[in-house]
């Protein structure tokens, strides 16, 4: 598959400035040539809270991009955790309120689950397997607010379907657009979600739903196995 790097460059400045223009702080980590898909910051860690915790990445082509991280933080004096057994990358990590929900996948394994659930006691761990078809739990589920989210069901297993349907009213998306990443939307806050223009039957049922989309074309990230959620690595949010 052809990928055009200055493309997906304007596309992921064209991405930074769209969520400045709606108010959100941008920091960017320098880049270091090595590390191919730094693009990817979500899988670096993850926080609760005003805690960040900082991942432990599987993939040994990516691994010290979390070292790139905690050198960041340590220099702002930011606060942090780490986990340390089994791995762990945080795009197979979604919080909503007590509620941790972990995608065991090739990337993140059962044990990182239990040591997530050790280091946070406070909080409702909750594994959740999905097939090895999509890299992370945020490509197959995505959490809109405390009562909306989005699933392509057909990659998730056992029950956990069922049990999510209790908690959330399921916006169910097509296999077409799974395709293109359907579900890995970046929420920034007051209904507001950025999706790739050519989701446009999701996009059309959230905008139904009141939220106001913002279409921003990411077509040749898209092409690295990640979207709008797998870009960004929000470190602080707030309550307003």
């Known amino acids: 598959m052809h990928t055009s790097i200055d493309t997906a460059i304007k596309q992921h400045h064209h991405l930074v400035s769209t969520v400045k223009d709606y108010g959100v702080e941008v920091i960017e980590i320098p880049a270091v040539p090595q590390f191919t898909e730094q693009v990817f910051t979500r899988d670096t860690g993850f926080v609760l809270g005003r805690e960040v915790i900082v991942a432990k990445i599987s993939n040994y082509r990516r691994q010290g991009e979390e070292e790139q991280l905690k050198d960041w933080l340590q220099n702002e004096g930011i606060p942090f955790n780490e986990t340390t057994e089994g791995t762990v990358e945080g795009g197979d990590v979604l919080i909503d309120g007590n509620t941790v929900y972990v995608g065991l996948s090739n990337r993140t394994n059962q044990k990182a689950a239990k040591a997530i659930q050790e280091m946070l006691p406070e909080m409702d761990v909750m594994e959740v397997p999905f097939t090895d078809h999509f890299l992370h739990l945020d490509c197959v589920f995505n959490i809109l607010s405390p009562t909306e989210a989005i699933i392509y069901s057909e990659e998730i297993h056992g029950e956990t379907v069922q ?19 359907a579900t890995n939307i970046l929420s920034i806050g007051n209904k ?10 999701l996009n059309m ?36």
């Open 192 to 201: 507001k979600v950025i999706s790739l223009p050519v989701n446009k039957a």
């Open 205 to 240: 049922e959230l905008s139904r739903r009141g939220y106001e989309v913002i279409e921003v074309e990411l077509s040749e990230i898209l092409k690295f196995g990640g979207s709008f959620r797998c870009c960004t690595l929000p470190l602080f949010r707030s309550h307003s």
């Open 163 to 181: 049990t999510l349907k209790k908690r959330y009213d399921l916006i169910e998306v097509t296999k077409e657009e799974q395709a293109c990443l």
